[in-house]
C-alpha cells in the first residue's frame, strides 16, 4: 500500500527539480524582472512603431517638412531609429528586441552621428554615482534619524523630526531643488551655483587624484542634499514604526531580563530586526530617485541619464529619447533584483518561502 | 424601491441634514476645518476668481520683479504682471488635473483591487504580479516619454494619460484594505445571506474603509499636480495657458532664480501648490472622524 502511494505522490525526479528551478527564489525573481525588461521592451516598441502617431512617423513628418523627399526621410527615420521599415511589423519587432539584446539603440536624430549608445555610456555613471551615493547617505541617515526617533518619542526631538519628516516627504523634489538653488545659491549665496553647473569643471582630467574628487563633490553636493532631503522623510518615518513595533516584542524584553546592554539590544535586536524590512523600500527609492533625476539634473544642468532624457525630449530626438528611457527602466529593474537579493541574504525566511517544502 | 421615487424631499432634507452633520462634525477638528475652507477657497478662488480679475493682456515694463507691496501682494513677476493675479488665473488647471487625475485613478483602482480580493485565487495572484512589475517601472521618465509621443492637446487627457499610469499601485492598496475587511464579521454574515459580490463590495466594503479611499484619493491628487509641474519644467505639456507649474517654470526660465529681487515670482506660485497640497491632506485627515463613527466619542 504505501508503496503505491509513494510512487503516485512523487513526481518524475526530472520533473521535481524543475518544479524546485522554477520555485526558486533567485530564479523567479530573475525571471520577473527579465520579464520587466521585455515587458518595457514592448511598450517603447508600440511607442517607436506600432502605435497611430508613432516616433518614426513623426520623425518622417519632420524630415520631409526640411524638404527631404518622402524617399530619403523614410529610409533617413529607419536607419537612425535601426529599424527595417520594409519587413512585417513583426519581424521588425523581433528585430528591435534583438537589437536591444545587444545593446544596439541606433542613432541620434540632433546630435548627427552619434550612436544612442555612445551617449549614454558617457552620462550615465554620473548618474550611478549622484543616485547610489544619495541612497547610500539617506538610507544611513534615516535608519539612524528614525531609531533616535523611536528611542524618544514622544518628546520634542521626536515631535520635531516626524514633522520635518513629513513635510520633507510631502513636497516633490523639483520643489526641494527649486528652493535650495534659490536660497543657497542665490539669497544666503553659500555656494557658487553658477560654477557648480555640470558634472565637473571643464579641462578636468578624470582620475583618482584629490583634485579630481574635490572637483565632482563640488558639482554634486547641493544636487546630493536635494537626493537626501527628498526621499530621507519616508525613510525616517518607516523606521520609526518599524523600531517601535520592535521594542514591543517579547524577545527585546526578554534581552532587557538578561540584563544585556542597551548598546548590544539596539545593534543585535532591535537594530537588525527593524531595518530588515527597509530593503524592501531601497528598491522603491531607486526608482523614486531616478525618476526623479530627469528634473533635478535638469535643474542643476548636471550631465547625467536624467538630464539626456530631458534634453532629448525638449529636442524631440525619439533614437536617443526610446534608448535612454529603456536604459532608466533596465537599472531600476536591476537595482530592485539586487534589492531582493540582498534581502533573501539577509532574512532566511524569505529565501524558505517556495522553496523546499 | 418605489419609495425612493415618491419622497424625493425626504431625501433631500436627508441629504441636507446629513450635510450639515457632516459640517458640525469637520468643525471639530480645527486642522480639518482649516483645511476644508481652505480647499473651497482655493477651488472657488479658481473658478470664480478669473471672471473679477482677469489675466493681465500687456507687460508692464516699469514693474518689472518688484518685490511685494501694498499694491502687488505677491510681488510682479519677469514681465511686470501681478503675481497674485496670475496664481488666481492659474488656478483652474492645477484643480482640474488633481481632481481628475486623483477621482479617475481611485476609481479604477476600487473596482480592480476590491474585485481581484473578492475573487482570489489565479485571477488575483496574476493581477498582483502585473501591478508588482508596473511599480519597478520608473513612473515619471515613462510618463513624460507618453506625452511626449502623444503631444497631448488639453490638461483632461493629460489627466487621463496619468490616471492609466498610476492606478495600480492605489490598486494593491485598496487590495489589501478590502483583504483585511474581509473577514469582518458583519461581511461573513453578507456574505451568508447571498448578497451578491458588487453589493457587498459596493454597500458593505467600501462605506467602510472610505476614509482611506479619500486619504489616497488626496495623495494622488498632489502627486498629480508635482508630475504636471515636471512636465511643464521638461517642456512637454504646451505653455498655452498660464498655471502654477508654468509660473514656476517660465521663472526659472528667465533666469529669475538667479535674480534675489524675483525671488517671489518662484515662491508664490510654488506657495500656492504647497497651500492646496495642505489643505488637501488636512482635510482628509479629518475625513477619518467623519466616516469612523466610533472616532466621534469625543464631541
Known amino acids: 500500500m504505501t508503496t503505491i502511494t509513494t510512487s503516485q505522490t512523487t513526481p518524475h525526479p526530472l520533473l521535481d527539480s524543475l518544479r524546485k528551478v522554477a520555485s526558486s527564489y533567485l530564479l523567479r525573481r530573475l525571471g520577473k524582472a527579465l520579464f520587466t525588461i521585455w515587458f518595457v521592451a514592448t511598450i517603447t516598441f508600440f511607442v517607436i512603431r506600432a502605435m497611430p502617431g508613432n516616433a518614426i512617423d513623426i520623425l518622417m513628418q519632420d524630415l520631409t517638412a526640411q524638404g527631404v523627399s518622402a524617399e530619403d526621410a523614410r529610409n533617413q527615420a529607419a536607419a537612425l531609429m535601426g529599424i527595417d521599415l520594409d519587413q512585417p511589423l513583426g519581424s521588425q519587432y523581433l528585430d528591435y528586441l534583438n537589437n536591444v539584446i545587444q545593446g544596439d539603440f541606433g542613432h541620434s536624430y540632433r546630435s548627427a552621428g552619434l550612436s544612442v549608445t555612445k551617449m549614454i555610456t558617457t552620462v550615465l555613471p554620473w548618474t550611478l554615482f549622484s543616485v547610489g551615493l544619495s541612497l547610500i547617505i539617506t538610507f544611513v541617515l534615516g535608519i539612524a534619524l528614525g531609531t533616535i526617533m523611536a528611542y524618544k518619542r514622544d518628546t520634542w526631538i521626536d515631535h520635531l523630526l516626524s514633522n520635518l519628516a513629513a513635510t520633507l516627504d510631502a513636497v516633490s523634489p523639483y520643489l526641494i531643488g527649486l528652493l535650495a538653488i534659490l536660497f543657497f545659491g542665490i539669497i544666503w549665496k553659500l555656494v557658487p551655483i553658477m560654477e557648480m553647473r555640470g558634472s565637473m569643471s571643464s579641462g578636468m582630467k578624470p582620475g583618482f587624484t584629490l583634485a579630481f574628487l574635490a572637483d565632482i563633490f563640488k558639482h554634486v553636493r547641493v544636487l546630493l542634499l536635494v537626493y537626501v532631503l527628498s526621499s530621507i522623510g ?50 522603491i527609492s531607486v526608482g523614486f530617485i531616478v525618476g526623479g533625476s530627469v528634473l533635478l539634473e535638469t535643474l542643476f544642468t548636471y550631465q547625467g541619464i536624467g538630464f539626456l532624457l530631458a534634453r532629448s525630449i525638449s529636442e524631440r530626438d525619439y533614437p536617443v529619447m526610446q534608448g535612454v528611457f529603456l536604459v532608466i527602466t533596465v537599472s531600476v529593474v536591476f537595482a530592485n533584483l539586487l534589492a531582493d537579493y540582498v534581502y533573501g541574504w539577509l532574512d532566511p525566511r524569505i529565501r524558505l518561502v517556495g522553496g523546499d517544502n | 424601491m418605489h419609495t425612493s421615487k415618491s419622497s424625493v424631499p425626504d431625501f433631500l432634507s436627508g441629504f441636507w441634514r446629513e450635510s450639515i452633520k457632516t459640517l458640525k462634525i469637520l468643525s471639530r477638528n480645527k486642522m480639518g476645518l482649516f483645511g476644508f475652507i481652505m480647499m473651497i477657497l482655493i477651488i472657488l478662488l479658481s473658478f470664480v476668481g478669473p471672471l473679477i480679475w482677469p489675466p493681465e493682456t500687456s507687460a508692464n515694463v516699469a514693474e518689472i520683479n518688484k518685490g511685494v507691496s501694498a499694491k502687488h501682494w505677491l510681488g510682479t513677476d519677469f514681465q511686470g504682471q501681478d503675481n497674485l493675479r496670475k496664481i488666481i488665473n492659474g488656478g483652474k488647471d492645477i484643480v482640474t488635473i488633481a481632481l481628475i487625475t486623483g477621482v479617475l485613478s481611485m476609481l479604477i483602482a476600487v473596482v480592480v483591487g476590491s474585485f481581484s480580493a473578492f475573487i482570489g485565487g489565479r485571477v488575483d495572484s496574476l493581477l498582483m504580479e502585473f501591478v508588482n512589475i508596473w511599480l519597478t517601472i520608473p513612473k515619471f521618465p515613462l510618463l513624460a516619454v507618453l506625452a511626449t509621443v502623444l503631444s497631448l492637446k488639453d490638461v483632461i487627457m493629460l489627466s487621463v494619460l496619468m490616471a492609466l499610469l498610476d492606478w495600480p499601485a492605489l490598486a494593491r492598496q485598496v487590495r489589501s484594505q478590502v483583504l483585511s475587511l474581509k473577514n469582518r464579521e458583519y461581511i461573513e454574515a453578507a456574505t451568508m445571506l447571498d448578497l451578491g459580490t458588487p453589493r457587498i463590495i459596493f454597500r458593505e466594503l467600501l462605506p467602510n474603509m472610505m476614509s482611506f479611499i479619500a486619504i489616497s484619493t488626496i495623495f494622488e491628487m498632489t502627486h498629480a499636480i508635482y508630475q504636471q509641474t515636471g512636465l511643464v519644467f521638461l517642456g512637454i505639456v504646451p505653455y498655452s495657458s498660464a498655471n502654477w507649474g508654468v509660473m514656476i517654470s517660465a521663472a526659472e526660465r528667465r533666469g529669475v532664480l538667479f535674480n534675489p529681487q524675483a525671488a517671489w515670482s518662484i515662491l508664490a506660485p510654488m506657495g500656492a501648490i504647497v497651500l492646496f497640497q495642505l489643505a488637501l491632506v488636512s482635510f482628509a485627515r479629518s475625513l477619518d472622524e467623519v466616516f469612523n463613527p466610533r472616532l466621534r466619542t469625543g464631541v
Do not use: H
Open chain 1, 234 to 283: 519616508s525613510w525616517m518615518l518607516q523606521m520609526k514604526s518599524n523600531t517601535v513595533a520592535t521594542l514591543g516584542e517579547d524577545y527585546v524584553t526578554v534581552a532587557r531580563a538578561r540584563g544585556l546592554t542597551d548598546g548590544r539590544i539596539l545593534t543585535a535586536y532591535v537594530g537588525r530586526n527593524a531595518t530588515l524590512p527597509l530593503f524592501t523600500r531601497l528598491a
